[in-house]
């Protein structure tokens, strides 16, 4: 069957106590206006606001060493998860509902479900 995805989320890795004062500097450095530095209300997400035909750009509270990675949305993660599979990455970690996955290169990486209505351009069909 099957199954769609694409670029969805450029994630910004902070290893820090407060994300606040770091979506600021993003914000500025972006010139993208923060949408909340509180996005689920854990302290873990704040997020810059994007057009649509953009990736999001999400900072993300973390334990290990501050990076930048980015994610791959989908509407059927194990399919996804698969066809990466076969072009040489591994899966890593299941986190709540998504795969954290690390490619020939080293570079980690996540599948996600959908995160915007409607999936939007730039989407990639896979049989």
Same mark, same amino acid.
């Given at each position: 069957?099957?199954?769609?995805?694409? $670029?969805?989320?450029?994630?910004?890795?902070?290893? !820090? #106590? #407060?994300?606040?004062?770091?979506?600021?500097?993003?914000?500025?450095? $972006?010139?993208?206006?923060?949408?909340? !530095?509180?996005?689920?209300?854990?302290?873990?997400?704040?997020?810059?606001?994007?057009?649509?035909?953009?990736?999001?750009? &999400?900072?993300?509270? *973390? =334990?290990? #060493?501050?990076?930048?990675? $980015?994610?791959?949305?989908? =509407?059927?993660?194990?399919?996804? !998860?698969?066809?990466?599979?076969?072009?040489?990455?591994?899966?890593?970690?299941?986190?709540?509902?998504?795969?954290?996955?690390?490619?020939?290169?080293?570079?980690?990486?996540? *599948? !996600?479900?959908?995160?915007?209505?409607?999936?939007?351009?730039? &989407?990639?069909?896979? #049989?």
């Amino acid at each position: 069957m099957p199954h769609h995805s694409r $670029l969805s989320n450029l994630m910004i890795d902070c290893k !820090v #106590d #407060d994300l606040a004062p770091h979506a600021e500097f993003w914000s500025k450095a $972006l010139g993208k206006p923060i949408v909340t !530095v509180d996005q689920d209300g854990d302290g873990k997400y704040a997020e810059l606001r994007t057009e649509a035909d953009e990736p999001m750009i &999400l900072l993300q509270k *973390v =334990d290990h #060493d501050s990076r930048i990675h $980015l994610d791959i949305e989908t =509407d059927d993660i194990e399919a996804e !998860v698969a066809r990466l599979e076969k072009l040489g990455a591994k899966r890593i970690k299941f986190c709540k509902r998504w795969w954290v996955m690390e490619a020939p290169s080293g570079h980690r990486f996540c *599948v !996600v479900r959908q995160q915007r209505e409607p999936f939007g351009p730039h &989407l990639n069909r896979w #049989d």
